[in-house]
């Protein structure tokens, strides 16, 4: 994707019970947010009631069928990093089916499912790592899948389609916020500090850790309804999981790692006042409106970076909806180029095609007859050459004379006493003795090696009565 042509891209999010659309774009010197789509209680609202107001917020800025990508809920999907031999990899996607079963608790065949190769903040290098943290063999790629149940995802789909609602991709949320947050992360990993996100919702905490060449963990912690208002409880489960992450990680340990916040539910005050946590929560951005809406603006941020490395996406191919507001741009500089070379022309141009071609027509006409005659002499000066390959081979060939021989021993009558047989060319000519000639004459003439056979010399008779004949034929040509 060309980085200087600007790209445009809505992200989609379910928060508390409201439908969020973010508007996107991505130009050369940056990213931003360009406008925000809230409609509160849309379950109630129903679908089509949804999708008219979305197709307005389209209309209003120009959009007709963005590329847009729905954040799908931790809760709803699973994520699994599987690693193979670096020779799998134009084999990855058949790789990772064949082990699609050991990675999901459900049935086989009801999950959608989804796969890219896991790698470095630096292009083409491969995070090699294992699943408990430790180093990978050379060569190996890690590969993270992620996984949701069908039927959650065909329900989702089938009321975006009710609604009339154009989408592109499904993606994980927790993969969205590594794509978004990436330069920070990077930043935090290249001054030597491991970097955690807790991205908090009404049905719980996702904690995302990444640390040098360690593959990211992302572990959730489920919050009951009476745990919302307990904060001192999030916290303590937080840090429990934050422990259990390190470990998985294989990090030295800290004082206090710093654990950064964002989602649809507010920052603990205890856990930002307490010093005695084994951690630090600071905001995941300065901007408290950003660290809220961040699942839908990394979705947005995904819509407009469509080739990022972790571009995920559940939503079934036949499905998916976009339509690139730069489609039509050939069309319309060919047209542009077709007027300008119209003018450029005008008359001139079409009056000499036609008058040179009306010219051409003409000779082509004049010329006719003496190519029906050249064709003519072609044709038959290849018979001719066939005719004259035949009886060069027939000449060539070793066995004419003994087949010949042979049939006419076989045909010619038994009084009959054949001197001589010669041939030359196509010219065959036979002499000898019989008491009758014209039974000799007529033997040769059905003969399948002859044709054509007639006396060449008159008859004369021996001492003994038997009439001398001298018999000319044409050597018959085999049907090919």
């Not at 409201?18 to 774009?25: D, I, L, N, P």
């Not at 079409?350 to 050249?374: F, G, K, V």
Request: net charge negative; with cysteine.
């Amino acid at each position: 994707m060309n980085p200087l042509v600007p790209q445009s891209g809505i992200g989609i999010e379910f928060q508390n019970g409201s439908f969020h659309a973010v508007y996107c774009k991505r130009f050369w010197k940056g990213f931003r947010e360009v406008d925000r789509l809230q409609i509160p209680d849309y379950g109630a609202r129903g679908a089509a009631e949804c999708g008219t107001i979305y197709r307005e917020f389209l209309r209003q800025h120009g959009l007709r069928t963005p590329w847009t990508v729905v954040a799908l809920p931790r809760t709803q999907v699973l994520l699994r990093m599987v690693q193979f031999p670096m020779a799998m990899q134009k084999d990855l996607a058949r790789a990772v089916e064949y082990q699609l079963d050991t990675l999901h608790p459900f049935e086989a065949g009801s999950v959608a499912w989804d796969h890219a190769i896991w790698r470095r903040a630096e292009p083409s290098r491969l995070i090699r790592t294992v699943a408990n943290g430790g180093a990978a063999a050379a060569g190996e790629l890690q590969t993270l899948v992620t996984i949701a149940r069908k039927e959650y995802i065909e329900g989702l789909a089938a009321w975006f389609g009710e609604a009339g609602i154009p989408v592109s991709q499904f993606c994980p949320t927790t993969t969205l916020l590594l794509g978004y947050l990436s330069a920070a992360i990077t930043a935090c990993i290249n001054a030597g500090e491991p970097y955690f996100l807790a991205h908090a919702t009404l049905d719980g905490i996702e904690l995302i850790g990444r640390a040098g060449s360690k593959e990211f963990v992302s572990r959730l912690v489920p919050l009951a309804p009476e745990t919302v208002s307990e904060g001192s409880e999030a916290v303590h489960l937080l840090g429990r999981e934050l422990e259990l992450a390190r470990s998985e990680m294989r990090l030295a340990p800290a004082d206090r790692p710093e654990v950064h916040w964002c989602g649809t539910r507010d920052l603990p005050a205890s856990a930002a006042e307490l010093d005695s946590l084994p951690f630090r929560i600071l905001p995941a951005s300065a901007d408290t409106s950003v660290g809220e809406r961040i699942a839908g603006l990394a979705a947005g941020y995904a819509a407009v970076h469509r080739d990022g490395a972790l571009s995920l996406n559940l939503l079934p191919e036949a499905r998916r909806s976009f339509e690139s507001p730069l489609a039509t741009v050939p069309t319309y500089a060919l047209a542009g180029l077709v007027v300008l070379l119209a003018i450029a022309m005008g008359l001139r141009g079409p009056i000499q095609d036609w008058t040179y071609s009306r010219y051409l027509e003409q000779e082509r006409q004049a010329l006719q007859p003496e190519i029906q005659e050249l064709e003519k002499l072609q044709q038959s000066n290849q018979e001719t050459m066939a005719h004259l390959a035949t009886l060069h081979g027939i000449r060539q060939s070793g066995a004419l004379p003994l087949e010949l021989l042979d049939e006419l021993t076989r045909t010619l009558p038994a009084d009959a006493w054949l001197q001589q047989l010669q041939y030359e060319g196509s010219a065959a000519s036979l002499s000898g003795t019989a008491p009758s000639a014209s039974a000799v004459l007529q033997a040769v003439s059905a003969s399948s090696y002859l044709e054509a056979a007639q006396f060449t010399a008159a008859l004369t008779r021996t001492a003994e009565g038997k009439e001398v004949f001298r018999i000319g034929a044409r050597l018959r040509v085999p049907n090919p």
